[in-house]
């Protein structure tokens, strides 16, 4: 009988690698930018704002709803966090599942944090959680067979509905 190879190989994600020589300044950060301008939140889709936090959807989705919460700080590391920032990115987190189990009705959801870039947070100086919904049956193997992610709803459209149930449920920075 013969013997498989069980390796998968993913030889375009070695340009992405390479991509990543140093860490981003505060300049080169896409979230230091849109945290200094909110005039912009809709061209960025940023859902809500707190104080020191905000949630936005991830251009570069693993699924539909791939949303980012990340603190206003362009800080790397949980350690540099105040208590009251922490806990603030928690809530967002947790507001976060609660907005999307309402409007796109996920069964389920992965959260985490790559947190430098050998854990492949793609951007290692500014903290930010993913919030990654998923449904039965969403797995398949477009990213290793074809190099994409099949996400079944315009990132537009998504973010509208996001943007409305979070400002209908008064999800914005406390007075």
């Not at 919904?133 to 998504?158: C, Y």
């Amino acid at each position: 009988m013969a013997e498989f190879n069980r390796n998968i190989w993913a030889p375009w994600r070695m340009d992405y690698i390479r991509s990543l020589d140093g860490d981003a300044t505060d300049d080169g950060c896409f979230l230091c930018r849109y945290w200094a301008a909110p005039v912009d939140d809709a061209s960025n889709h940023v859902i809500w704002r707190g104080r020191s936090a905000f949630v936005l959807l991830n251009r570069f989705p693993y699924t539909n709803g791939h949303l980012l919460v990340a603190v206003a700080d362009h800080v790397g590391e949980f350690s540099e966090l105040s208590d009251e920032q922490l806990t603030e990115l928690s809530r967002m987190v947790r507001d976060g599942v609660g907005l999307l189990r309402e409007t796109i009705g996920p069964q389920g959801f992965n959260i985490g944090y790559n947190i430098d870039r050998c854990a492949g947070a793609g951007l290692p100086g500014h903290l930010h959680a993913h919030i990654v919904p998923r449904w039965n049956g969403d797995t398949n193997f477009m990213p290793v067979l074809g190099g994409v992610r099949v996400i079944p709803d315009a990132l537009d459209k998504t973010y509208g509905q996001l943007r409305g149930a979070a400002d209908a449920a008064g999800l914005r920075a406390p007075d």
